[in-house]
């Protein structure tokens, strides 16, 4: 037996969604697409919602839409995968990496404050585990500084802060449809915005900063004619991809109310378990729970022993400038503590729709057994 910490489900109903698109007339950019991103900003709140073809494309996106370029500065958290710093360096963008709350494991808006210079452009909060930032602060610190901000919010589709569904703030939100996401399109990404500005700008670049929209171009050529107005990319998501979200946006609340009742399990099982630090969550959000993620003592052993185990444990994350590629290129004397102490300590735990109680059962189990025996 082998348990992953994250994997798709894939229904019936999903595989004949994307037969039914491979029998049509389109397979790329089609009607499908705009389906997908329409149920999508539907669900969100948000008024635009732009597909690419995945979530890091969707941050590079976020990042040209902005208008981050090279002398700008962007703070984000060094705790998350390198895309959420890597889409500022695409943009010649130099990256400022602001230290994480203990509790939350989000960024600490006292530090992003501490990182602000003259050459600020952007924040990049990340939404870690699905559970949503101090929203209120970031927002303060951005009014008052005039900073863009791009919700890295790849773990928190169907999260809630204060009432409003992730997605439905001002500036941008990302989303990453990656198979062990709340959805999947196999790969795939979604910029949402209610910015018209911003929204006209995603569409440009998704598709190589060319345009046949008759009202943006620079003069009449014809039915024929188009423009390159900017150096985009091929970021184009296909139809079939979307076809696929589509069907599983159908099961989008079903599967967060089951990781949700799972964490509940989690929670309720390590409780009293001396050595283990269970996730927080902070007053007003409710996250959707895309890691369920611990901290114990001897992180290596008790890693080595749940993988002997056949349980897929992972590490979410290593701080991004820890990284070779960032040490050679001036990040090595940066240093975040709570990030590296956390990094230290924490493990992620099987977390997925598809999870059965046996299985979370023998996880739970296996989990006490490894810390006593450390």
């Known amino acids: ?144 500084h005039n900073l863009a901000v791009i919700q890295d919010a790849a773990h928190a589709l169907g999260a809630d802060y204060k009432g409003k569904r992730i997605g439905k703030m001002p500036g941008m939100a990302v989303l990453s449809f990656h198979p062990v996401k709340h959805i999947t399109t196999g790969e795939g990404g979604m910029v949402l915005t209610d910015n018209e500005k911003y929204y006209q700008r995603l569409l440009l670049f998704r598709s190589h900063g060319i345009t046949r929209d008759h009202s943006l171009l620079h003069r009449d050529g014809g039915g024929w004619y188009y423009e390159q107005q900017a150096l985009g990319y091929n970021y184009r998501i296909t139809d079939i991809q979307c076809a696929l979200g589509i069907s599983q946006m159908d099961r989008l609340d079903s599967f967060i109310s089951r990781r949700r009742l799972l964490a ?56 991004v400038y820890m990284h070779p590629y960032y040490r050679g290129h001036g990040y090595r004397d940066v240093k975040c503590k709570n990030a590296e102490e956390v990094y230290s300590h924490i493990i992620s735990l099987p977390l997925y729709p598809g999870l059965t109680e046996e299985q979370q059962d023998y996880v739970i189990g296996k989990v006490i057994e490894a810390v006593d025996e450390v």
């Open 1 to 144: 037996m082998y348990i992953p910490y994250g994997t798709q489900s894939i229904s019936e109903e999903d595989i004949q969604a994307v037969v039914k698109v491979l029998r049509s007339d389109y397979l790329t950019t089609g009607p499908v697409v705009k389906e997908f991103e329409e149920k999508v900003a539907a669900y969100t709140g948000a008024k635009y919602a732009v597909a690419v073809s995945s979530g890091t494309a969707a941050l590079h996106a976020a990042c040209f839409a902005a208008g981050i370029k090279e002398g700008d500065e962007v703070i984000t958290s060094p705790f998350t995968f390198a895309a959420s710093a890597n889409c500022v360096l695409y943009c010649g963008a130099e990256v400022v990496f602001a230290d994480i709350d203990r509790k939350t494991y989000n960024i600490s808006p006292e530090e992003i404050e501490k990182k602000i210079t003259p050459c600020t452009k952007a924040l990049i909060p990340v939404h870690y585990a699905g559970q949503p930032c101090d929203m209120d602060a970031i927002y303060g610190i951005a009014g008052k």
């Open 264 to 319: 509940g399990r989690y929670d309720e099982a390590f409780k009293e378990i001396k050595g283990i630090i269970t996730p927080y969550q902070a007053e007003g959000c409710n996250s959707s729970w895309h890691l369920y993620t611990i901290q114990v003592e001897n992180r290596k052993e008790v890693f080595d022993s749940l993988r002997k185990a056949g349980i897929g444990v992972n590490v979410h994350y290593i701080p």
